[in-house]
């Protein structure tokens, strides 16, 4: 079993800041693709960034500029740098892992979510 770890969610003021990490532990040898999604009431859940499997990086055309996509190889975590906070950026933000097992089997996992609120 994987295990996707987040944290760094909270409150932040329009304009602000707030990096959320995600750390992958568990039964797996690799991991393919690594990111987040985000998804807020009544919505679906939509990309916010990504690494794929051959190492590129894809955004969100709503958070293109702004938010950045990170990860540390050896520790199984990537960070997602949150700046200029708009009112339409409050979600549950959750990670998701692409691992694969030794037997090169994978599967896909989701973290629990993390809260990201914007207000003044």
């Known amino acids: 079993q994987v295990q996707l770890m987040e944290s760094g969610g909270g409150l932040v003021q329009p304009g602000g800041s707030l990096r959320l990490s995600c750390a992958a532990s568990?039964?797996?040898?690799?991991?393919?693709?690594m990111g987040w999604s985000r998804q807020a009431p009544g919505k679906q859940r939509d990309l916010v960034a990504t690494?794929?499997?051959?190492?590129?990086?894809s955004y969100g055309d709503s958070v293109k500029g702004r938010f950045f996509i990170s990860r540390d190889n050896p520790k199984n975590t990537v960070y997602l740098q949150m700046n200029s906070l708009k009112p339409e950026d409050p979600a549950v933000y959750y990670c998701?892992?692409?691992?694969?097992?030794?037997?090169?089997?994978?599967?896909?996992?989701w973290g629990q979510g993390t809260q990201v609120t914007v207000s003044s």
């Open positions: 998701q892992a692409i691992v694969f097992s030794s037997d090169s089997t994978s599967g896909t996992y």
């Open positions: 568990g039964n797996m040898f690799g991991i393919y693709t």
């Open positions: 690494f794929s499997r051959d190492g590129g990086v």
